[in-house]
């Protein structure tokens, strides 16, 4: 059973045991809990410092300094903190402007929604066989698509249903690309997903956008295009109305 340290209250701040590792600017409450524990001490080393017998200056100095490094750092570390939500405000809305568009991004994860996935992959050399597999949250493979041989960039749309014909459901699903040669030997391969960008978020200063469901990295990204829209049929011009019976 794990056990924690207490301690009485000092100038009504509580102790807090920072034994864990708590480093960098996450670490501000416990440094100044440290200058406000150094004030108490400060104090009452004065009250009950001997007249007869002071406190060599340079010993009384460098507490000072020890002082005023303590507080500077305290206000050094907010700063850092409202720099860091600024520029994390400012990076999030920069990326913004990928909402609604479609994107290229290394992924092994793919978003299968009402319009199927679609798949992105490139081959290193001339291949014998490519298989496209397509893996459930459990593990399973649920289909396999027949994958293009030659070398160079390839898409492949999933149309959202396993081996034995039946509709799987919406969500994310794992995928691997995998290209032997005639030898059986295994062809360099990268794969990817081409989808289009729902949202934006920022995670611990990581930008990621959504493809539906699949989040991914901004350097992950490899293209960005304008999204494609269904091309609206022109109005059908009224056929022509045939002409009333000529009297007779």
């Given at each position: 059973?794990?056990?924690?340290?207490?301690?009485?209250?000092?100038?009504?701040?509580?102790?807090?045991?920072?034994?864990?590792?708590?480093?960098?600017?996450?670490?501000?409450?416990?440094?100044?809990?440290?200058?406000?524990?150094?004030?108490?001490?400060?104090?009452?080393?004065?009250?009950?410092?001997?007249?007869?017998?002071?406190m060599?200056?340079?010993?009384?100095?460098?507490?000072?300094?020890?002082?005023?490094?303590?507080?500077?750092?305290?206000?050094?570390?907010?700063?850092l903190?409202?720099?860091?939500?600024?520029?994390?405000?400012?990076?999030?809305?920069?990326?913004?402007?990928?909402?609604?568009?479609?994107?290229?991004a290394?992924?092994?994860?793919?978003?299968?929604?009402?319009?199927?996935?679609?798949?992105?992959?490139?081959?290193?050399g001339?291949?014998?066989?490519?298989?496209?597999?397509?893996?459930d949250?459990?593990?399973?493979?649920?289909?396999?698509?027949?994958?293009?041989?030659?070398?160079g960039?390839?898409?492949?749309?999933?149309?959202?249903?396993?081996?034995?014909?039946?509709?799987?459901?919406?969500?994310?699903?794992?995928?691997?690309?995998v290209?032997?040669?005639?030898?059986g030997?295994?062809?360099?391969?990268?794969?990817?997903?081409?989808?289009?960008?729902?949202?934006?978020?920022?995670?611990?200063?990581?930008?990621?956008?959504?493809?539906?469901?699949?989040?991914?990295?901004?350097?992950?990204?490899?293209?960005?295009?304008?999204?494609?829209?269904?091309?609206?049929?022109?109005?059908?011009?009224?056929?022509?109305?045939?002409?009333?019976?000529?009297?007779?």
């Amino acid at each position: 059973m794990e056990t924690t340290a207490t301690r009485a209250p000092v100038n009504g701040v509580d102790y807090v045991d920072t034994s864990g590792g708590s480093t960098g600017i996450a670490g501000a409450q416990s440094l100044a809990e440290t200058f406000d524990n150094f004030l108490v001490l400060l104090t009452e080393q004065l009250k009950h410092q001997d007249p007869l017998s002071p406190m060599e200056s340079n010993e009384f100095t460098s507490q000072l300094v020890e002082f005023t490094g303590a507080e500077q750092a305290v206000l050094t570390n907010n700063k850092l903190d409202s720099l860091i939500k600024l520029q994390n405000s400012n990076q999030l809305n920069s990326v913004v402007s990928y909402i609604g568009k479609t994107v290229t991004a290394n992924s092994l994860a793919l978003n299968l929604d009402e319009n199927g996935a679609t798949i992105k992959y490139s081959l290193g050399g001339n291949a014998k066989t490519t298989e496209i597999r397509i893996i459930d949250e459990d593990g399973n493979t649920v289909t396999t698509l027949e994958g293009k041989i030659t070398g160079g960039t390839h898409e492949v749309t999933w149309d959202g249903k396993n081996s034995e014909g039946e509709e799987m459901k919406d969500g994310v699903y794992g995928f691997l690309v995998v290209a032997k040669d005639a030898e059986g030997e295994p062809v360099q391969t990268t794969q990817g997903i081409v989808g289009e960008v729902t949202g934006v978020e920022s995670d611990n200063g990581t930008l990621l956008l959504a493809i539906g469901k699949v989040v991914i990295p901004l350097d992950q990204i490899s293209s960005v295009q304008q999204t494609k829209t269904a091309e609206t049929p022109p109005d059908e011009e009224p056929a022509d109305e045939e002409p009333a019976d000529a009297a007779t």
